[in-house]
């Protein structure tokens, strides 16, 4: 989920910068919303996940306050759209979202596949239709 949403949340902010009319640039800044959306929590969990005690609660309050640092840097970001132009605040953070993807694919742990063993049926329909008496 949140490897997607990065990737969407990326994708978006490209598009949005590429966009030539007001309709689908609403479009695409409401997609980038709900890959924030998909973001936020995902991300959570996948830091606290397998933590237990006062660790978890620190790093869910660096992890909430980092959010908020890079929510206000994006306003920083914003002074470089007046610098060089929307368009360009756009494609940084498009560019940025990407860094920060690859980040995040190198660095979640991978899951570990789970063996699925197939419960053992109360009823043997095949020995029964094997059984001629039963059968008959």
């Known amino acids: 989920m949140f490897l997607a949403s990065g990737g969407i949340n990326a994708l978006a902010s490209f598009a949005f910068a590429l966009s030539e009319s007001l309709l689908p640039a609403l479009g695409f800044r409401a997609l980038a919303g709900m890959a924030l959306a998909g ?36 306003f920083l970001l914003g002074m470089a759209g007046t610098l060089w132009g929307w368009r360009s605040a756009f494609m940084i953070a498009g560019i940025l979202g990407s860094v920060g993807l690859l980040v995040a694919w190198a660095a979640l742990p991978r899951p570990v596949a789970a063996t699925v063993s197939r419960p053992q049926s109360i009823h043997d329909f095949a020995a029964v239709f094997r059984s001629r008496d039963a059968i008959v």
């Open 39 to 74: 973001l936020y929590m995902p991300g959570l969990r996948a830091l606290t996940d397998g933590i237990d005690g006062a660790r978890r609660a620190r790093i869910s309050a660096f992890y909430t306050s980092s959010f908020t640092v890079g929510a206000a840097l994006s």
